[in-house]
């Protein structure tokens, strides 16, 4: 029997994501590095946290609710998530 476990699938609590995010006053959106703002408004104004699955580690992403409205036309900015998050 092989002692590697499959991974779960993690589900966020996107409000509670942001809410831990805009606490450290840190955070950007990945797409176009947005500003993120105060939680109530974050959530207000549909700013969304995904979990994106790395070959060693997991990192979660800001998305502004512009960047949500194309984001096959926006280009990826090649940063670290640790610097902005």
Known sequence: MSAVKT?????????????AI??????RCWYCDR????RAEAVRTGWDVQRVEGERVA??????????????????FQHSLAAGV
């Not at 991974?7 to 809410?19: G, I, K, T, W």
């Not at 805009?22 to 955070?27: A, E, L, Q």
């Open 22 to 27: 805009c606490s450290t006053g840190k955070g």
């Open 59 to 76: 990192s979660i992403i800001l998305i502004c609710p512009r960047c949500q409205l194309k984001p096959k036309d926006l280009e990826v």
């Open 7 to 19: 991974r779960e699938r993690f589900v966020l609590n996107v409000p509670d994501a942001l809410h």
């Open 35 to 38: 500003r993120l703002p105060r």
